[in-house]
């Protein structure tokens, strides 16, 4: 069997006396003429008997050699490194680190390096990080191996797996481990390969399988086996795919409720259709961005403190907005959109003038850099994630205050019959601005948020207004539970809509708005609708 014959080729390789009878030093000592002659075929033969070896120095004169840093003399052919001076060269030994004086640039050259002997190279540098205490090095060179694999290369990660304890390296080296058998063992090694390796997800394994599937030299039941594993890892990618799909629909989601729960207090309380709801979020995304780059903190910090900031600048504005403009439209909600719609325009453009139309750069902390990975296919971004978590935390928060403050008492009462809250003492005026302020902090603190997995640009409220509003009308107007779940179903629609049409998203989004018409049709006051006198005009 062809892996019994690599794990005595490994054994051997490994072997001290063995490793003591060819020492690094002894090879370039002696083939040091056939280092200087220059032959590609000649070189490629000892730079694997280099790569083979394990004296302390075997790391340094690798990287010297891949460096270009490994020269000959030309006087002796005495193998050096050569560090450029302006005037030539300071050459050392290899093995020793001895100085050995300077020389002009006429005087040394460098021994040959090109792209075939580095691919001899490279996997001996990555066949010594196999053994290395530190895991990210290990993990390294088990990704570097299965770019080229060998015989020997075989040998070593299977006598590294043997001891491995760390889970994500002893991954990669499985996958380097089937990669590099089904690229150089013998048959029998192959079909054991195919029937034990179970379905791995990994794109690298996925080709080396497919390979072996597609080579018209392999005997017929290798083939076949191939194909057979194929077919049943396409099916799990199928599977982890439409996983994909749900988790980035309630990504979607938690967007879609951030920018739409202040729409549906102001909208529900206020009956305002205010168009420039998404211009709140745009606020709230670029406080984010001057909060960053103007307080000399972190990152981390600056997203914290932004979000608040956010809050209060948005807040702010939108009790502003409505004391000048939408307090003397109540009762007229075409003239509201109009006039929202007016100062979306004016928010945009000033935005615009101040920043710039170009995108600008919200710095990611380091804690919410990366991804959490169920499998090689199934996974979600850690800003996603966040965003999640917040839009949560907001809608909960929220339904909390509303629901056991004295404030949120009186916006109920006001939403349910204004006429009799005002009999009952409560100052509705006061309800109306506080209100919509919410709404609009409330939209700040979105565009805080949504600037880590969103572009922050004057046209971002624009692309979040309409589906803020579908999720309004599904959802059921001023229901917080209803922007809930109409923020669930419009995100996982759009995100299930989206694949079955991969080049035309225009179109996706044109079915989910005829959908969202359709379902109006049937439920128009959306799936949790207000009771209330009030609730009928």
Do not use: C
């Not at 100085?99 to 050259?109: I, P, Q, R, W």
């Not at 099916?235 to 729409?263: E, P, Y």
């Amino acid at each position: 069997m062809l892996r019994l014959l690599t794990l005595l080729v490994a054994l051997i390789i490994l072997s001290p006396a063995w490793a003591s009878a060819q020492s690094l030093g002894d090879i370039l000592a002696s083939r040091s003429d056939d280092l200087a002659a220059g032959k590609t075929a000649t070189i490629k033969e000892i730079a694997a008997d280099v790569a083979a070896t394990r004296d302390p120095q075997t790391r340094d004169v690798l990287e010297g050699w891949i460096d270009g840093r490994l020269h000959y003399r030309r006087s002796d052919n005495l193998i050096v490194f050569a560090d450029k001076t302006d005037s030539g060269y300071d050459l050392s030994d290899p093995i020793t680190g001895d100085a050995l004086g300077s020389v002009g640039k006429k005087d040394t050259k460098k021994v040959k390096n090109s792209t075939p002997i580095k691919a001899i190279l490279r996997p001996g540098l990555a066949a010594l990080d196999l053994s290395s205490v530190d895991p990210e090095k290990r993990l390294s060179a088990a990704e570097q191996i299965s770019k080229k694999p060998t015989v020997q290369s075989l040998a070593l990660l299977e006598q590294a797996l043997a001891t491995e304890t760390v889970a994500g390296v002893q991954s990669a080296l499985e996958t380097a481990a089937l990669i590099a058998t089904f690229a150089v063992s013998d048959a029998a090694d192959k079909l054991a390969a195919l029937e034990t390796m179970g379905d791995r997800l990994e794109p690298s394994v996925r080709g080396a399988v497919q390979r072996v599937a597609n080579d018209k030299n392999e005997a017929p039941e290798i083939t076949e086996a191939a194909q057979a594993r194929l077919a049943s890892i396409e099916t799990r990618v199928a599977l982890n795919n439409f996983g994909n799909n749900i988790l980035f629909g309630l990504s979607q989601a938690s967007v879609l409720l951030l920018s739409a729960i202040g729409l549906a207090i102001t909208f529900g309380v206020m009956r305002v259709i205010n168009m420039a709801h998404g211009e709140f979020v745009m606020i709230g995304a670029y406080t984010t961005f001057v909060v960053q780059t103007s307080l000399p903190v972190s990152s981390g910090v600056g997203l914290l403190i932004s979000i608040p900031i956010a809050f209060a600048v948005a807040f702010i504005a939108g009790v502003i907005l409505e004391r000048l403009v939408i307090r003397f439209l109540y009762g007229r909600p075409l003239e509201t959109l109009l006039a929202t719609f007016g100062v979306s325009l004016v928010l945009q453009q000033s935005f615009r003038l101040i920043f710039t139309p170009q995108n600008r750069p919200i710095v990611t902390p380091d804690w919410l850099a990366g991804n959490l990975s169920l499998n090689p296919i199934l996974g979600i971004t850690t800003p996603r994630l966040f965003v999640f978590g917040i839009a949560l935390a907001v809608f909960f928060g929220l339904l909390l205050f509303l629901q056991r403050s004295r404030f949120g008492l009186e916006m109920r009462a006001v939403t349910q019959n204004r006429a009799i809250a005002k009999t009952m003492g409560i100052n509705s005026s006061r309800v109306d601005y506080l209100t919509f302020g919410l709404g609009s902090g409330i939209a700040g603190l979105a565009g805080a948020v949504l600037s880590q997995v969103l572009k922050t640009n004057p046209d971002m409220g624009t692309d979040l207004i309409i589906p803020s509003f579908m999720v309004i009308v599904v959802g059921g107007v001023g229901s917080l539970w209803g922007a809930l779940v109409g923020a669930g179903l419009v995100g996982m629609a759009t995100k299930l809509v989206e694949p079955l049409f991969p080049n035309n998203t225009l179109l996706a989004t044109a079915i989910i708005l005829v959908a969202v018409i359709g379902f109006i049709q049937f439920r128009p006051r959306g799936l949790f609708a207000q009771k209330g006198r009030s609730a009928e005009l």
